[in-house]
């Protein structure tokens, strides 16, 4: 397995969790009184993989000069 292939499957696995976290932070702002420092935590980790995923797609983008 080369390098490009590797950097792809971590990318999906990221932005599988990126949309799962999605879909937690969706469920838990729906309940009225929700725990604001498990929203906050969410939230971050939530910045934190999108961080991750840009920086993985720029890697695997070849560099163009213009």
């Known amino acids: ?3 490009q292939e590797i950097l792809k ?3 999906a696995s990221l932005r599988s969790e990126h949309r799962d976290l999605d879909d937690v932070i969706a469920r838990l702002a729906e309940r009225a009184p929700y725990d604001q420092l ?3 935590r969410l939230k971050k ?3 934190m993989l999108k961080d991750q995923i840009t ?3 720029s890697r695997l ?3 163009i000069i213009a």
């Open 55 to 57: 920086v993985l797609e």
């Open 45 to 47: 980790r939530k910045l």
């Open 61 to 63: 983008l070849p560099d």
């Open 9 to 11: 499957e971590k990318l």
């Open 38 to 40: 498990q929203m906050q």
């Open 1 to 3: 397995m080369n390098e």
